[in-house]
């Protein structure tokens, strides 16, 4: 692919600690490992997580004269729309994936690239708490009333992305740190994205559970497909590998299917207003 076809991920949602920053680098890295060309922009100068997760495998590379597949990243530091514009542009030269990490808070910086994304992913913890950012539900059902601020921003993007060039976002909720021991609460918040789905139009796909694996490779920057470099792994480290494996398989990206068809704006459906409500 060339610099203006390659294929952008943003990561975004707009609270904190869904797994955003870990989810992307883990997913950058394993295109790397595929053998794709793959750049990265952070857009948190502040927090920084990509950016120091990067710099970390850095370090790691030279320390233990390794070779290890490595995305090449920037930190945006400017404060324009059109120095966003030629960063982007700049990063996914000659790339086929740029991948976006966005700040977990409401930023302009993050919608112009989410409007811009071809794979627009939102992680989001197994809870209402998080499910709040995309829905609300009614306190004594937990059915869907309305959509939310968010919700709506994302289909007002995509419809407009259609119009103006005929690209669909595919928009993808992944379900981060699902509690398996909570079997009440995974259902009713499974339920309440099944039902808000076929709304809106995203698809749900499994994410990475909770495990502290995430956190301890952190200051080496090492990933879990980083075989040869991480010691003797337990079972549940494999088990991780492998969730990480179908997470990167369920974002159908164009390495694993064909380029999604041009769609125009009448394909997206609008949402249900009679059965949901608005926000």
């Known amino acids: 692919m060339t610099s203006h076809t390659a294929h952008t991920i943003v990561f975004a949602n707009e609270k904190g600690g869904t797994g955003k920053s870990t989810t992307a680098v883990h997913v950058a890295v394993a295109l790397a490992s595929q053998g794709h060309r793959v750049g990265m922009i952070d857009l948190d100068p502040r927090q ?4 120091r997760y990067m710099e970390n495998r850095g370090d790691t590379v030279k320390r233990r004269s390794i070779t290890l597949p490595t995305p090449e990243f920037a930190v945006f ?16 030269q000659g790339k086929d994936f740029l991948i ?20 627009l992913v939102t992680p989001m913890n197994d809870s209402f708490v998080d499910f709040d950012l995309i829905g ?38 992944l379900r981060n740190r699902v509690q398996h021991h909570d079997a009440r609460n995974k259902k009713r918040v499974g339920d309440a994205l099944t039902e808000l789905s076929r709304r809106v139009g995203f698809r749900v796909i499994p994410g990475l ?7 301890e490779l952190f200051p080496s920057g090492l990933t879990l497909l980083d075989k040869g470099h991480l010691g ?21 990206l ?21 059965a949901i409500g608005t926000a």
């Open 48 to 51: 920084r997580t990509v950016t």
């Open 77 to 92: 530091k400017g404060n324009t729309l059109d120095a966003l514009e030629d960063e982007a542009a700049a990063v996914a």
């Open 100 to 119: 976006v990490d966005t700040p977990g808070r409401d930023d302009e910086f993050a919608r112009h690239m989410a409007a811009r994304a071809h794979t």
């Open 136 to 173: 609300q539900v009614d306190a004594e059902t937990f059915k869907v009333k309305r959509l939310s601020f968010y919700s709506e921003l994302i289909f007002e993007a995509r419809k407009s992305r259609a119009k103006a060039d005929g690209v669909s976002i595919d928009w993808v909720v």
């Open 209 to 215: 559970s909770e495990r502290v694996i995430y956190r």
């Open 232 to 252: 003797e792994l337990g079972v549940s480290h494999i088990a991780a590998r492998q969730e990480l494996r179908e997470m990167v398989a369920g974002l159908a």
């Open 254 to 274: 164009p390495s694993v299917v064909q380029e999604r068809e041009m769609v125009t704006p009448e394909m997206i459906v609008e949402p249900d207003a009679e």
